[in-house]
């Protein structure tokens, strides 16, 4: 994949104005993203990663201010993009599937309307076309007896399905880039790893690019070619998901791994590690790095700019003042 | 430890009647259907299942929040049913997946967590008072927070509120619905860890009920698993995690993703959806989605087949004795 990323973004910087000052929510983050590849940004709740999404999108909510030094969408700059141009992208090139099949489906709209609406508002179809290529997809997404499905409002399906619809929906004009926020976290395991198999699927026969968005460190390690830990506004670790799991280097990125109890690996009733603390409030001013309050090896040095280092392969970087992101007690003879 | 287990049931079945459509005809729904299980004392069982399994409608006869339809519920040895339900629910409490939604936003987190005591009627109010400080102190939050609100803390911070509320009464069994599925995995470790120490501390027996089996694997002692209203498969935790034998178990293991980079998701192989409670497929329920089908699936439910240390419901295992699955 040596070709230009389809998705580059550097320096994307959100801010919201509240009551109290600047809620300063992402704080220049930056990533490129190729054809087929899968990027998981992963991150608990409050760490920005949604926010991130919707400006790739450029659906934030008015008030939300957004900057960046470059975000560019396949020769396509997408700071300088007019709304018009954003339309002819969103659901064609770029699309998005949410997590609440629920909300994000429109009640009052057949399965059928929905899914045709994206091809006749992007293509020079006919009706019967948009239809028949609904019926296509929803085959290609694991729906039995498409045909009468397009007749059905959302709530006459299940979760699963309605999920299944929604991936049909941001399909349905072969996208080259897909943003799935928490696609599986409102279903059940078993139909998460179906819905998730049909993912990667599509997203490799189709080859497009897919961020992926999931506090699921089970979902990341098994999805993800790359993975970005999200943490406060930040991405303190990228690499890819082999050395994001193996060796994972920053303190975040090890205590988050210690958290989750593994069948086989952790022993029963064992007690699970902790990160103690909770995320450090953004508004107003933030210094230095956000996770030092709650970092076992955390120094003064904390307080000031983070560097950003490069580990064992190029592509793993760490934002720690550590460069391994170990402590490493002073040597005194 | 005596040997009458601190809770059990007894064919327990729960039907509900539900119309489809304004013009529907009322039809039965048996969320809960014929399902024995016993907890003893310390023990913690896993009850697992899809949505719709009917995981919820057993906790809230476990509470006596529904009266079952038909069978037995007993707390130690004695039938549940006829007992004083005020008396009943100092024993048995809950704790339920979502704190945002089950602390009253306008009280004080003290009152909260003194309600039980009020409703009670223990103790005066200085009492109340000392009695909220040292359990919020047990759950790890400071005394500081009894004067605090729901709506200023944390999810994490919210449950512990949650799980204070229901031990103040020193209760025996705790029923425990998706209690860290609403929480970020920082805050899931923390809450597992307190779960896990206040087990020990004051031996307390929990049912558990997650749909993450990672979480199920970690704490239960015991993991029942629940298909369509029945428990197709109870065993003790290690011979569940490493000999499954009903092959929904098997799929629902499968399922779990661990945290290893290049292994791919798993292909569950469970085809069809989850059927509709209301017109449940013939013989064995799980027979569309079982990749072990037999002619016999379709037409005769299985039995109960006692194991080692529980039972399987599955036609695989009807006439051989039971041995480990392959």
Same mark, same amino acid.
């Given at each position: 994949?040596?070709?230009?990323?389809?998705?580059?973004?550097? &320096?994307?910087?959100?801010?919201?104005?509240?009551?109290?000052?600047?809620?300063?929510?992402?704080?220049?983050?930056?990533?490129?993203?190729?054809?087929?590849?899968?990027?998981?940004?992963?991150?608990?709740?409050?760490?920005?990663? %949604?926010?991130?999404?919707?400006?790739?999108?450029? @659906?934030?909510?008015?008030?939300?201010?957004? %900057?960046?030094?470059?975000?560019?969408?396949?020769?396509?700059?997408?700071?300088?993009?007019?709304?018009?141009?954003?339309?002819?992208?969103?659901?064609?090139?770029?699309?998005?599937?949410?997590?609440?099949?629920?909300?994000?489906?429109?009640?009052?709209?057949?399965?059928?309307?929905?899914?045709?609406?994206?091809?006749?508002?992007?293509?020079?179809?006919?009706?019967?076309?948009?239809?028949?290529?609904?019926?296509?997809?929803?085959?290609?997404?694991?729906?039995?007896?498409?045909?009468?499905?397009?007749?059905?409002?959302?709530?006459? @399906?299940?979760?699963?399905?309605?999920?299944?619809?929604?991936?049909?929906?941001?399909?349905?004009?072969?996208?080259?880039?897909?943003?799935?926020?928490?696609?599986?976290?409102?279903?059940?395991?078993?139909?998460?790893?179906?819905?998730?198999?049909?993912?990667? &699927? @599509?997203?490799?026969?189709?080859?497009?690019?897919?961020?992926?968005?999931?506090?699921?460190?089970?979902?990341?390690?098994?999805?993800?070619?790359?993975?970005?830990?999200?943490?406060?506004?930040?991405?303190?670790?990228?690499?890819?998901?082999?050395?994001?799991?193996?060796?994972?280097?920053?303190?975040?990125?090890?205590?988050?791994?210690?958290?989750?109890?593994?069948?086989?690996?952790?022993?029963?009733?064992?007690?699970?590690?902790?990160?103690?603390?909770?995320?450090?409030?953004?508004?107003?001013?933030?210094?230095?790095?956000?996770?030092?309050?709650?970092?076992?090896?955390?120094? &003064?040095?904390?307080?000031?700019?983070?560097?950003?280092?490069?580990?064992?392969?190029?592509?793993?970087?760490?934002?720690?003042?550590?460069?391994?992101?170990?402590?490493?007690?002073?040597?005194?003879? | 430890?005596?040997?009458?287990?601190?809770?059990?049931?007894?064919?327990?079945?729960?039907?509900?009647?539900?119309?489809?459509?304004?013009?529907?005809?009322?039809?039965?729904?048996?969320?809960?259907n014929d399902?024995?299980?016993?907890?003893?004392?310390?023990?913690?069982?896993? @009850?697992?299942?899809?949505?719709?399994?009917?995981?919820?409608?057993?906790?809230?006869?476990?509470?006596?929040?529904?009266?079952?339809?038909?069978?037995?519920?007993?707390?130690?040895?004695?039938?549940?049913?006829?007992?004083?339900?005020?008396?009943?629910?100092?024993?048995?409490?809950?704790?339920?997946?979502?704190?945002?939604?089950?602390?009253?936003?306008?009280?004080?987190?003290?009152?909260?967590?003194?309600?039980?005591?009020?409703?009670?009627?223990?103790?005066?109010?200085?009492?109340?008072?000392?009695?909220?400080?040292?359990?919020?102190?047990?759950?790890?939050?400071?005394?500081?927070?009894?004067?605090?609100?729901?709506?200023?803390?944390?999810?994490?911070?919210?449950?512990?509120?949650?799980?204070?509320?229901?031990?103040?009464?020193?209760?025996?069994?705790?029923?425990?619905?998706?209690?860290?599925?609403?929480?970020?995995?920082?805050?899931?470790?923390?809450?597992?860890?307190?779960?896990?120490?206040?087990?020990?501390?004051?031996?307390?027996?929990?049912?558990?009920?997650?749909?993450?089996?990672?979480?199920?694997?970690?704490?239960?002692?015991?993991?029942?698993?629940?298909y369509l209203g029945r428990?197709v498969?109870?065993?003790?935790?290690?011979?569940?995690?490493?000999?499954?034998?009903h092959p929904y %178990?098997?799929?629902?293991?499968?399922?779990?993703?661990?945290?290893?980079?290049?292994?791919?998701?798993?292909?569950?192989?469970?085809?069809?959806?989850?059927p509709?409670?209301?017109?449940p497929p013939s013989g064995c329920a799980f027979h569309p989605r079982c990749?072990s089908a037999m002619p016999q699936c379709s037409q005769i439910a299985p039995k109960p087949i006692?194991?080692?240390?529980?039972h399987v419901e599955c036609h695989l295992y009807d006439d051989a004795?039971?041995?480990?699955?392959?």
């Open positions: 994949m040596s070709n230009d990323p389809i998705l580059s973004v550097r &320096d994307l910087t959100l801010d919201i104005p509240t009551a109290g000052g600047t809620l300063h929510a992402v704080r220049g983050i930056d990533f490129d993203l190729h054809r087929g590849e899968t990027l998981c940004i992963v991150g608990e709740s409050g760490s920005g990663k %949604s926010l991130t999404s919707l400006a790739l999108m450029g @659906l934030l909510a008015p008030k939300i201010q957004r %900057s960046a030094a470059r975000i560019d969408f396949d020769g396509t700059d997408l700071l300088k993009a007019s709304r018009r141009q954003l339309r002819h992208l969103r659901g064609a090139r770029m699309s998005m599937i949410f997590q609440e099949p629920m909300t994000s489906l429109n009640p009052a709209y057949t399965i059928g309307d929905q899914l045709a609406e994206t091809l006749l508002l992007h293509r020079k179809v006919s009706r019967a076309q948009a239809r028949a290529r609904a019926v296509e997809l929803l085959e290609k997404v694991g729906i039995t007896a498409a045909e009468s499905r397009l007749s059905q409002f959302p709530h006459q @399906l299940s979760g699963g399905l309605r999920q299944r619809v929604m991936i049909a929906m941001a399909l349905m004009c072969e996208p080259e880039l897909i943003i799935a926020d928490e696609p599986t976290t409102a279903l059940d395991v078993t139909i998460q790893a179906q819905i998730l198999r049909l993912l990667v &699927d @599509l997203q490799r026969e189709m080859n497009m690019a897919m961020i992926l968005i999931t506090h699921d460190l089970g979902v990341v390690a098994r999805v993800a070619d790359k993975v970005a830990v999200m943490y406060a506004g930040e991405l303190v670790e990228t690499g890819s998901a082999k050395a994001i799991f193996r060796q994972p280097a920053h303190p975040y990125t090890r205590g988050l791994i210690n958290c989750i109890p593994v069948p086989g690996r952790t022993e029963r009733g064992a007690r699970l590690g902790t990160i103690p603390g909770i995320v450090p409030s953004l508004v107003g001013e933030v210094n230095g790095c956000p996770f030092r309050g709650r970092c076992d090896q955390a120094v &003064d040095a904390c307080a000031n700019a983070i560097p950003l280092h490069q580990l064992d392969d190029d592509t793993h970087e760490l934002r720690c003042v550590h460069p391994d992101g170990h402590r490493h007690e002073e040597v005194t003879a | 430890m005596s040997d009458t287990p601190v809770l059990e049931l007894r064919n327990v079945s729960k039907t509900y009647t539900v119309k489809q459509g304004i013009f529907g005809k009322p039809r039965p729904l048996r969320a809960v399902v024995s299980l016993s907890l003893g004392r310390g023990e913690v069982l896993g @009850l697992v299942g899809e949505s719709g399994c009917g995981k919820s409608t057993l906790a809230k006869i476990l509470l006596g929040l529904e009266a079952p339809s038909e069978g037995q519920v007993l707390v130690d040895g004695r039938a549940m049913t006829g007992q004083d339900r005020i008396a009943l629910s100092r024993r048995i409490q809950p704790i339920f997946q979502d704190p945002y939604s089950s602390l009253n936003p306008r009280k004080s987190i003290e009152d909260i967590v003194s309600l039980p005591l009020r409703v009670h009627r223990i103790g005066d109010a200085a009492s109340q008072q000392k009695k909220v400080r040292e359990i919020l102190d047990i759950v790890g939050l400071p005394s500081r927070v009894a004067r605090s609100y729901p709506s200023q803390m944390s999810g994490g911070q919210r449950q512990r509120v949650a799980i204070a509320r229901a031990l103040i009464m020193n209760p025996e069994i705790v029923i425990c619905d998706e209690p860290t599925s609403a929480l970020d995995v920082s805050v899931q470790s923390q809450i597992l860890n307190l779960l896990g120490d206040l087990r020990q501390e004051f031996g307390l027996t929990y049912l558990f009920i997650s749909h993450n089996l990672a979480v199920v694997e970690h704490l239960a002692t015991r993991v029942a698993v629940m428990i498969e109870e065993a003790g935790v290690a011979t569940l995690f490493e000999e499954a034998r %178990s098997r799929a629902l293991l499968e399922s779990v993703l661990t945290p290893d980079p290049g292994l791919g998701v798993p292909d569950t192989q469970l085809g069809a959806a989850y509709n409670p209301i017109s990749a006692a194991t080692s240390d529980g004795p039971i041995r480990a699955a392959s």
